[in-house]
């Protein structure tokens, strides 16, 4: 897979962007809606997408050889499927050929994320929903046999 065709896996949803908190005793992974401070919130992108790491040097540039081990990705996240062979979602970008579809669908973060410049404690900010599928959205298991 090419670079470009890699980065077409995004669907620009920005959950991944969103901050977490790792339970210590348990490790369990607590969603945020508190954005990096680069995520447009009310558009859903990075503002600089390409020189990302150059303003928050922690941002990760997701790798597939990485995938296997991040519990952290949002169920509904490109990579996170394939790597589970799942198929992509008919909202994503690839699929529906629209850019928008991921944000009528309900999946992106636009509209529901705070910067993090304006959020304070991260405690007061856990939420369920980046880690859950929007109600009628789920992907449908594949059948066998």
Not at 10 to 24: A, P, V
Request: glycine share 8%; proline share 8%; charged share 30%.
């Amino acid at each position: 897979m090419t670079k470009a065709e890699w980065e077409s896996l995004c669907d620009g949803c920005g959950r991944c962007c969103l901050h977490k908190i790792r339970d210590e005793d348990t490790e369990e992974i607590h969603f945020t809606n508190v954005a990096c401070r680069m995520l447009d919130t009310a558009g859903g992108g990075c503002r600089d997408y390409a020189n990302r790491r150059t303003h928050v040097p922690d941002c990760v540039q997701l790798k597939a050889k990485m995938l296997p081990a991040l519990d952290w990705l949002p169920p509904t996240c490109a990579y996170h499927l394939l790597a589970h062979g799942q198929d992509l979602p008919d909202w994503h970008p690839l699929v529906s050929g629209d850019p928008e579809s991921v944000h009528r669908a309900g999946i992106s973060v636009r509209g529901r994320a705070i910067s993090e410049r304006e959020a304070g404690p991260l405690e007061d900010h856990v939420v369920a929903w980046p880690g859950r599928w929007p109600r009628g959205r789920a992907p449908r298991a594949r059948r066998t046999g």
